[in-house]
């Protein structure tokens, strides 16, 4: 899993240092998110889950995570009803797995 920042590069008109700041800003606080949707899902608390993705997931564009994305969206609208444990906690731990190799390497790639 990887990441593509040209749209970030696009909206910042070329601003490194905004680049580098929402890149701080998400390996900062994705992982807390991350935690709570994990633990949302454990818990079964789909209303909790469909919250904390809806709000997740829009980080996910700006750091060009389009396949996670993809599977944030799949959660959040599985969340809607009592969806099925196995495939939602399944689900959850793809986005994990992803945003966590992605934290790494940015926090390689911007010296974070």
């Not at 079964?44 to 996910?60: E, Y």
């Amino acid at each position: 899993m990887n990441y593509n920042l040209s749209y970030l590069r696009e909206i910042s008109g070329g601003d490194e240092m905004f680049v580098k700041n929402i890149v701080t800003e998400f390996v900062t606080n994705a992982p807390k998110f991350l935690d709570q949707i994990h633990l949302a899902t454990t818990r079964a608390d789909w209303p909790l889950v469909r919250s904390l993705v809806h709000q997740f997931a829009p980080q996910l564009d700006f750091i060009g995570m389009n396949e996670t994305r993809f599977l944030a969206d799949q959660l959040e609208d599985l969340s809607k009803n009592t969806p099925d444990h196995h495939l939602a906690s399944e689900l959850a731990d793809r986005i994990l797995a992803d945003c966590n190799l992605v934290i790494e390497n940015l926090k390689a790639d911007f010296q974070i």
